[in-house]
């Protein structure tokens, strides 16, 4: 999609997860975003789409969605009534979130995920469906590594200071977030019954 909040009822999104601009279905510029502000621009047009209905309003993140949807809470959590994260990476294990990444102002898709495609699954699933799958993204760009830096800066404070109904679900075995460090912070969730 050329941008979230463009064509989301044309698309006939509800019920559906939508893609992260420049990967998925997205049409133009695979691997990039013009920037963390667009990104977060685009997070907050899906919440007014869904919002716009009058229906009581869930937000939820699946692994770096749980990131994304982090820092829309802690931009304006008005209208949220509660808070799912499904194996968030918001604390990363420590060989990923130690990885030097390439940033800068170039939106040419050039650098590999700096998340090997390995590290997300094993079995008849990765094999069959995600190696070969013609939508997933093989290359980034360094501005969209620049988003990733910026979404991630300061998530534990923004975690920290959760006030809504929350869950979270982790995998058993993620080989790409440190549960450890996500139960421990768990601990100073304040909308956590």
């Known amino acids: 999609r050329e941008t979230l909040g463009q064509g989301l009822a044309e698309q006939g999104v509800a019920g559906r997860a939508v893609?992260?601009?420049?990967?998925?279905?997205?049409?133009s510029a695979?691997?990039?975003?013009?920037?963390?502000?667009?990104?977060?621009?685009?997070?907050?047009?899906?919440?007014?789409?869904?919002?716009?209905?009058?229906?009581?309003?869930?937000?939820?993140?699946?692994?770096?969605?749980?990131?994304?949807?982090?820092?829309?809470?802690?931009?304006?959590?008005?209208?949220?009534?509660?808070?799912?994260?499904?194996?968030?990476?918001?604390?990363?294990?420590?060989?990923?979130?130690?990885?030097?990444l390439v940033v800068g102002d170039s939106g040419e898709a050039s650098c590999e995920p700096h998340v090997p495609i390995d590290r997300f699954t094993r079995g008849p699933a990765y094999e069959d469906f995600i190696i070969p799958d013609p939508l997933r993204t093989?290359?980034?760009?360094?501005?969209?590594?620049?988003?990733?830096?910026?979404?991630?800066?300061?998530l534990g404070p923004r975690w920290a200071k959760l006030r809504l109904p929350t869950l979270m679900v982790l995998a058993e075995q993620d080989r790409l977030s440190d549960n450890e460090k996500h139960l421990r912070a768990w601990r100073h969730v304040k909308g956590t019954p």
Do not use: K
């Open 19 to 27: 893609d992260r601009r420049g990967a998925g279905r997205s049409t």
């Open 30 to 100: 695979r691997g990039d975003a013009p920037s963390t502000e667009q990104v977060r621009d685009d997070v907050d047009a899906v919440r007014r789409h869904y919002a716009s209905d009058a229906r009581i309003t869930h937000l939820g993140g699946f692994c770096w969605g749980a990131t994304y949807a982090l820092n829309a809470l802690s931009r304006d959590a008005a209208g949220i009534a509660s808070f799912l994260m499904i194996a968030p990476s918001i604390f990363s294990a420590d060989d990923i979130g130690d990885a030097e």
């Open 138 to 154: 093989r290359e980034i760009s360094p501005r969209f590594n620049q988003c990733l830096v910026d979404m991630n800066r300061m």
